[in-house]
């Protein structure tokens, strides 16, 4: 007989996008009648041994699919929103935006490099006449924290389904934090990915876009502890050189193989003197009958 588990929608989504798999906090235990309003107590229900969800089980859109979701959240096209969406991209009500605080506060946020947070935000002006917008993060605390901005790298880029039709825009920013007293700002590990909806490549004043927030960690390279094994050369002896075998012997009348004499006794005999003060130049009449003696 096949079990069955009392959950909720909005807990599977929660499980779904923290990535967790056991335990039995649904939010369910205790629900309100929708006709009487008479609450029912599910307590004698046992949820705690809900297996979870499969390893790899996330929320993990596409550049395509989160522009969708934006268009349905804007209502493009009379497109609805998922009843679920807001549970997997909740919507920053702050007049700052995305920028309200550092990243690592942000909701769903996490430093361990699992998984990405998704939110819906504003953009808002760093100034009140101008086109810039704002990417620096409010500071928390006293003056002494670091200033902390997001700053755009590359272009915008163009965001096609797989029809080629353009769904949107794509920026990627990169977090970096300028600590006082130092003139180059150090780069941190916090990565943005932008997404807006509209006909230019860059976002107006107050335009919800989509973003996509997430820690890149570097993996460390563990260099092997075992020294690299030295290259052999190929030893040849001399019985696997092959030879070459002639049919005729190896001495004939007294010279060799290949037809000549015994090199020993061959005499060699040193070319005669030559003295410059032999060759007479003159004219050229007399140049060439030096050259038809020779």
């Known amino acids: 007989m096949a079990r069955a588990w009392l959950v909720t929608g909005r807990g599977i989504a929660r499980k779904i996008k923290s990535g967790s798999g056991g335990g039995g906090d649904f939010d369910c235990l205790n629900r309100e009648c929708p006709n009487c309003k008479q609450l029912i107590d599910n307590n004698d229900v046992a949820t705690s041994d809900w297996p979870g969800f499969p390893a790899g089980v ?6 395509v699919e989160l522009l969708e979701h934006l268009a349905a959240r804007t209502g493009l096209g009379n497109s609805k929103p998922h009843v679920l969406i807001d549970e997997f991209i909740p919507t920053l009500e702050d007049d700052a935006g995305i920028c309200y605080t550092h990243p690592q506060n942000l ?24 086109p810039r917008k704002r990417r620096r993060i409010s500071r928390c605390g006293s003056s002494e924290e670091p200033a902390v901005r997001w700053h755009k790298t590359g272009r915008t880029k163009r965001v096609l389904d797989i029809n080629g039709v353009q769904k949107g825009w794509k920026k990627i920013m990169l977090l970096h934090e300028s600590s006082k ?22 976002e107006s004043e107050g335009q919800l876009v989509v ?3 997430f820690y890149q960690r570097v993996q460390s390279r563990n ?17 696997s050189v092959p030879q070459t075998e002639y049919a005729f012997d190896s001495e004939v009348n007294g010279t060799n193989a290949r037809g000549f004499a015994d090199l020993d006794e061959i005499l060699v005999d040193t070319p005669p003197d030559f003295q410059l003060s032999d060759l007479q130049f003159g004219s050229q009449e007399s140049a060439m009958s030096w050259l038809e003696r020779y």
């Open 181 to 202: 007293g130092v003139a180059k700002p150090d780069r941190a590990k916090w990565v943005m990915h932008q997404y807006h909806i509209g006909a230019g490549e860059d």
């Open 211 to 213: 973003s996509k927030v």
């Open 58 to 63: 996330k929320f993990d859109p596409s550049d």
């Open 107 to 130: 909701p769903g946020a996490v430093k361990d490099g699992s998984g990405s947070a998704h939110f819906f935000h504003r953009i808002s002006s760093a100034y009140a006449k101008g």
């Open 223 to 239: 260099p092997s502890t075992s020294s690299p094994r030295p290259l052999r050369r190929p030893e040849i002896g001399i019985e």
